[in-house]
């Protein structure tokens, strides 16, 4: 039966006297694991660009001090209340988890209950984290365009970011399920990634991120999955077809919105604002079951581009803030030696 040790290794962000934001592995004990029912021992983890920000203070994103960054989990039960039992294989992710509330990169986790989410049959630790909250995202985000009508075979669909976490696992979803995705990257060596993934064409980041001054262009998707925001967003929403919509998630290219109401008012457009955070637990249970059916993403395996342990962190930290990741960066927590 496992059990919480009387110490283990954290990767902890924290402030020093003189107000500067350190990170280094250490010690932890139980007691200094956060409030919860339920203990987790986590086997895996994921580098998320919103861990990145929240070991930054430019970040804004860490809510306390010290902090253990890593807003998703994956590992077994140590301790929880009837129906998770010891030994039951779960996840986390979302909510406070790594921002508020000490999250996943630390052998162990405590969390509450409504937070849990049982790893459906078919889905194991690793692969959970290798679609992680990237890969929930781009899920939700298919879901919603689904959701307003979207369906294969009614042109092409438009994903932005796709190098990264969102945008690959978008591409792999969107293709496994027959509709014609369109990559959009900075990086012209991730060519071949996306075209594996099942993108049946991949275009510069140049041709959907640059300023215009008109406010309605040539109508070209038929959706869009956009995790890049800024100019980006702006270029989408002036090039979806008549009454198609995008689902925005994110904004590593810029949080502002430079657009105006004509894509919405004279196109029918739709903004989808897609959320994991506080998505309610029920709605993400239903939908990490479809992640291993109708939802499951192409090309997993290809999507995970290193894995590291909690002291090989801060590089891969740096590197995704950087915007030089492709793909996913696995943490490998413990049990894995
Ligand atoms: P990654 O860093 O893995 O991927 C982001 C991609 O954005 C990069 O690979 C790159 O793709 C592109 N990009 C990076 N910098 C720029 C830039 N300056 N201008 C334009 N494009 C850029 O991050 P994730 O996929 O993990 O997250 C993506 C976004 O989604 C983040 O903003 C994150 O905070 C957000 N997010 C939101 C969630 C939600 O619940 N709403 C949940 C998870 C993530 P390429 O080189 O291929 O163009």
């Not at 020093?16 to 983890?45: H, N, Q, Y």
């Not at 810029?254 to 309610?280: E, K, N, W």
Request: hydrophobic share 40%.
């Amino acid at each position: 039966m496992p059990h919480v040790p009387d110490t283990f290794t954290a990767f902890v962000v924290d402030k020093t006297g003189d107000d500067k934001v350190i990170r280094e592995c250490r010690r932890f004990a139980a007691a200094d694991l956060g409030p919860g029912e339920v203990t987790v021992r986590v086997a895996w983890s994921g580098v998320n660009y919103k861990d990145a920000l929240a070991s930054t203070e430019a970040g804004k994103v860490a809510r306390r001090y010290p902090l253990v960054p890593g807003i998703d989990l994956a590992g077994e039960v140590v301790d929880g209340p009837a129906g998770l039992a010891p030994g039951t294989q779960v996840l986390a992710h979302g909510y406070d988890l790594g921002v508020a509330h000490h999250g996943g990169f630390s052998e162990y986790a405590r969390v509450p209950a409504d937070w849990i989410v049982p790893l459906p049959a078919g889905l194991d630790a690793r692969t959970a984290m290798t679609i992680g909250t990237a890969g929930f995202t781009a899920a939700l985000s298919v879901h919603l365009l689904e959701q307003r009508g979207l369906r294969p075979g009614t042109g092409p669909v438009l994903v932005t970011g796709a190098s990264g976490g969102v945008g690959g696992v978008a591409v792999g979803i969107l293709a496994a399920r027959g509709y014609e995705v369109v990559a959009s990257s900075g990086k012209p060596e991730a060519a071949a990634y996306l075209k594996g993934l099942g993108a049946a064409e991949v275009i510069a980041r140049a041709e959907t991120g640059g300023q215009s001054s008109r406010p309605l262009e040539r109508e070209r998707w038929a959706g869009a999955v956009d995790c890049v925001g800024g100019e980006t967003l702006a270029y989408v929403l002036r090039t979806l077809r008549y009454g198609a919509a995008v689902a925005a998630s994110g904004n590593t290219g810029g949080a502002q919105l430079p657009t105006s109401v004509f894509p919405f008012i004279l196109r029918g457009a739709a903004l989808l604002g897609v959320d994991s955070v506080r998505c309610p637990v029920e709605d993400r249970r239903a939908l990490w079951r479809r992640m291993t059916g109708d939802l499951r993403p192409n090309g997993l395996d290809t999507t995970v581009t290193d894995v590291v342990g909690l002291a090989g962190l801060e590089p891969e930290l740096d590197a995704i803030l950087a915007g030089r990741k492709r793909g996913r960066t696995l943490v490998a927590v413990s049990g894995q030696e």
